[in-house]
């Protein structure tokens, strides 16, 4: 599957430059759908993996929730093989159930950038702690997610956005 990735990656990268010099414009390669992807997914039939039309696809190079089974370094090294040598905007994000030790996110982070990655953000979070920040927000203001590529309050954002990071999160 990652050199299926990486084939389609090459292929956005070429789409997207070809007609920067026909048209003398600048167009940027991006693998970031940002919040777009529930718009997406709405106009993309159903997939192999089990997808049904009109679902969110999965957002930015994130595995679509609940596919990585591999661990963490797996992901980072399937992700990096996208071509971001050529691409502007790429995030990912990892949500971790416990904090990791510091040496050990270094290292996954330092061998992801090797490897060719270009962003990856992590949040440490349970579910059982989502679920009580839906309901008790008041003791949760200062909780901080991952989101599209960046940070935001998990009680700042939609309910839709909250219940799609509950999904999203495994443990």
Do not use: W
């Amino acid at each position: 599957m990652d050199g299926i990735a990486q084939t389609v990656g090459e292929f956005l990268v070429e789409a997207t430059q070809a007609p920067q010099a026909e048209r003398d414009c600048l167009l940027f390669t991006g693998f970031y759908s940002l919040s777009l992807h529930h718009s997406f997914g709405r106009e993309i039939p159903g997939t192999p993996d089990g997808r049904r039309a009109g679902e969110a696809i999965s957002e930015n190079q994130s595995p679509v929730y609940g596919t990585d089974r591999q661990g963490p370094t797996a992901l980072l090294k399937s992700v990096a093989r996208l071509p971001f040598s050529r691409a502007l905007l790429g995030g990912l994000n990892v949500t971790f159930a416990r904090p990791i030790p510091t040496a050990d996110l270094a290292a996954l982070v330092s061998t992801y950038c090797q490897l060719g990655g270009l962003l990856v953000g992590f949040s440490f979070v349970t579910r059982e702690t989502l679920r009580a920040a839906q309901q008790h927000p008041e003791h949760y203001r200062s909780l901080c997610v991952r989101l599209y590529g960046f940070s935001e309050y998990f009680v700042a954002i939609s309910p839709e956005e909250q219940d799609e990071l509950i999904a999203r999160t495994r443990v």
